[in-house]
């Protein structure tokens, strides 16, 4: 069998380890250039689920380059107001020393990219298929194309893939934008970080809509293009920014950094002087969207897998640690022979259970009303 993935993110990349594993034929179309291509250097929550589905499908030596190049494990998950007075806490064991707890996007990527040079292919933008009477036929935006017996969409929230199979599924944008940010942890840094920052996941919140994230990123192994950082990421509506999006989107890193700063001026000295240590240039803003109900599809030979079925806001910690049970999933379905509907309707309904969990947490995080 031959199975060509659309898109080298975490979901298709797991997955295309998953398969090579089993012996199946894969190929990898990611349509940016190069791995360093985007900013992508924030922290991504790994849980149980997305760490056993990583232990199913991983080689041996590339489970253990992701162990290595993740994060030192934390187990706090904390809020606080905006003075810094905690409003709850809840502690998580860690399983032992080769746990993964968090990993840094870029880091991870790489890692789960072991061993597969030969089957990555960047520069690939997916426009398009045509179901034929042997498999799929696959257009890319260079006039390019290829064939396949399975055609796997990997490709994240905008999917094109999705686009072509579901054209009907709306994305909603929830009105909530946030703007990375990170704080190398230099040992000036740690003398001023709150204990709680240091140790995990912290979210502050200043009761007006207005908030910010702040979680360690402490390698066990970096990655040679940075070090040890604390991520911080503010996030409000437009009108709690105060910031349009037409402008919000065109602001240099500096001026979105100096919009963090004029946001939190009023909050405690620790988050104040935090802020003010932080790395203006590698700030970026995000919009947040999600759908409401995961659709379905009728397809032989194309599927889906991740924010390309069931994208969802980061209000769960749930997405990528989703995309990889999915990649698990489709794993086990396609080196079984079992039909691709099966592992559609697993999809389908344990998507909908997060996006719906996270759609509640949003409302919750963000004081926002998402329409359904
Ligand atoms: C800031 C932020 C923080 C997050 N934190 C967490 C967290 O703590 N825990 C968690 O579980 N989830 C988190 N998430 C969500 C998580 O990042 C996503 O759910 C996860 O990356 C989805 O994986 P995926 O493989 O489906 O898609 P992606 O990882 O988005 O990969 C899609 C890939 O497809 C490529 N692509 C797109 N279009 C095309 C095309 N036409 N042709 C070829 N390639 C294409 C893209 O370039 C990309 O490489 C966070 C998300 C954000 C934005």
């Given at each position: 069998?031959?199975?060509?993935?659309?898109?080298?993110?975490?979901?298709?990349?797991?997955?295309?380890?998953?398969?090579?594993?089993?012996?199946?034929?894969?190929?990898?179309?990611?349509?940016?250039?190069?791995?360093?291509?985007?900013?992508?250097?924030?922290?991504?929550?790994?849980?149980?689920?997305?760490?056993?589905?990583?232990?199913?499908?991983?080689?041996?030596?590339?489970?253990?380059?992701?162990?290595?190049?993740?994060?030192?494990?934390?187990d706090l998950v904390a809020g606080f107001d905006a003075?810094l007075n905690q409003q709850f806490e809840q502690l998580y064991?860690?399983?032992?020393?080769?746990?993964?707890?968090?990993?840094?996007?870029?880091?991870?990527?790489?890692?789960?990219?072991?061993?597969?040079?030969?089957?990555?292919?960047?520069?690939?933008?997916?426009?398009?298929?045509?179901?034929?009477?042997?498999?799929?036929?696959?257009?890319?935006?260079?006039?390019?194309?290829?064939?396949?017996?399975?055609?796997?969409?990997?490709?994240?929230?905008?999917?094109?893939?999705?686009?072509?199979?579901?054209?009907?599924?709306?994305?909603?944008?929830?009105?909530?934008?946030?703007?990375?940010?990170?704080?190398?942890?230099?040992?000036?840094?740690?003398?001023?970080?709150p204990?709680s920052?240091?140790r995990g996941f912290c979210f502050v919140s200043?009761g007006?809509?207005?908030g910010?994230a702040f979680?360690?990123?402490?390698?066990?192994?970096?990655?040679?293009?940075?070090?040890?950082?604390?991520?911080?990421?503010?996030?409000?509506?437009?009108?709690?920014?105060?910031?349009?999006?037409?402008?919000?989107?065109?602001?240099?890193?500096?001026?979105?950094?100096?919009?963090?700063?004029?946001?939190?001026?009023?909050?405690?000295?620790?988050?104040?002087?935090?802020?003010?240590?932080?790395?203006?240039?590698?700030?970026?803003?995000?919009?947040?969207?999600?759908?409401?109900?995961?659709?379905?599809?009728?397809?032989?030979?194309?599927?889906?897998?991740?924010?390309?079925?069931?994208?969802?806001?980061?209000a769960?910690?749930?997405?990528?640690?989703?995309?990889?049970?999915?990649?698990?999933?489709?794993?086990?379905?396609?080196?079984?022979?079992?039909?691709?509907?099966?592992?559609?309707?697993?999809?389908?309904?344990?998507?909908?259970?997060?996006?719906?969990?996270?759609?509640?947490n949003?409302?919750r995080m963000?004081?926002?009303?998402?329409?359904?």
């Amino acid at each position: 069998m031959k199975v060509a993935i659309m898109g080298a993110g975490i979901g298709g990349l797991a997955l295309a380890q998953g398969l090579r594993k089993a012996g199946v034929e894969v190929t990898v179309y990611e349509r940016d250039p190069s791995p360093r291509y985007r900013k992508q250097g924030y922290r991504i929550h790994i849980s149980p689920v997305g760490e056993e589905a990583l232990a199913a499908m991983l080689p041996d030596a590339v489970r253990r380059r992701v162990i290595a190049t993740a994060t030192r494990p934390g187990d706090l998950v904390a809020g606080f107001d905006a003075q810094l007075n905690q409003q709850f806490e809840q502690l998580y064991p860690v399983s032992g020393p080769d746990a993964v707890t968090s990993v840094d996007r870029y880091a991870f990527r790489r890692a789960l990219m072991t061993g597969l040079d030969d089957v990555l292919r960047f520069g690939k933008q997916f426009t398009s298929y045509a179901e034929t009477a042997d498999g799929v036929e696959i257009a890319f935006a260079d006039g390019t194309s290829a064939t396949a017996d399975v055609l796997v969409g990997a490709d994240g929230v905008g999917s094109r893939v999705r686009g072509q199979v579901v054209p009907s599924l709306d994305v909603v944008d929830i009105g909530v934008r946030c703007i990375y940010g990170k704080v190398p942890l230099t040992p000036a840094v740690r003398e001023i970080a709150p204990e709680s920052f240091l140790r995990g996941f912290c979210f502050v919140s200043d009761g007006s809509g207005l908030g910010a994230a702040f979680a360690p990123v402490v390698f066990r192994e970096p990655p040679a293009e940075y070090g040890d950082y604390l991520m911080a990421v503010l996030t409000g509506t437009n009108a709690v920014l105060g910031v349009p999006d037409e402008k919000l989107f065109e602001l240099p890193a500096t001026e979105l950094w100096a919009l963090v700063a004029r946001s939190v001026g009023e909050w405690h000295p620790a988050i104040r002087a935090l802020v003010d240590v932080g790395e203006a240039e590698a700030a970026f803003p995000i919009t947040l969207r999600t759908c409401i109900t995961v659709p379905t599809w009728s397809s032989a030979c194309v599927t889906l897998l991740g924010d390309a079925v069931h994208p969802m806001t980061p209000a769960a910690g749930a997405g990528a640690n989703t995309a990889l049970w999915d990649a698990a999933r489709l794993t086990r379905a396609l080196t079984s022979g079992e039909d691709l509907a099966a592992y559609q309707q697993e999809v389908v309904a344990k998507g909908q259970a997060i996006v719906t969990e996270s759609l509640q947490n949003a409302e919750r995080m963000f004081n926002v009303s998402i329409a359904a």
